[in-house]
Nanobody, 122 residues
Framework: QVHLVESGGGLAQAGGSLRLSCAAS????????MGWFRQAPGKERDFVAG????????YYADSVKGRFTISRDNAKNTVYLQMNSLKPEDTAVYYC???????????????WGQGTQVTVSS
């Protein structure tokens, strides 16, 4: 079991940056792969980025590749999403999630945070 809490969302201008954090409770954080997903109004929840248990493998949606960077600090039980060159289409609620698999499929992530709103103005 792991409890996840996101922070760092807010309002940014197009071309700007934001850094999201996801703090996890529990001593087994380092055993989980972590993912970031996002959901815009009226749309499905989409995969954004993922990272394996030790940070040695990362993967991204094509729409954010080269602009977003996922990282983790297992000593702090935290995963991050650095978002640069933001675009209005990045506006969504961003969720972090944990799984024992390396997957981009939302249904295979059993643990989710409550989400944090990111709004990018043009």
């Amino acid at each position: 079991q792991v409890h996840l809490v996101e922070s760092g969302g807010g309002l940014a201008q197009a071309g700007g940056s934001l850094r999201l954090s996801c703090a996890a409770s529990g001593r087994t954080f380092s055993s989980y792969s972590m993912g970031w997903f996002r959901q815009a109004p009226g749309k499905e929840r989409d995969f954004v980025a993922g990272i394996n248990w030790n940070g040695g493998s990362t993967y991204y949606a094509d729409s954010v590749k080269g602009r977003f960077t996922i990282s983790r600090d297992n000593a702090k039980n935290t995963v991050y999403l650095q978002m640069n060159s933001l675009k209005p289409e990045d506006t969504a609620v961003y969720y972090c999630a944990a799984t024992n698999l390396n997957t981009v499929t939302a249904v295979r992530y059993p643990y989710w945070g409550q989400g944090t709103q990111v709004t990018v103005s043009s």
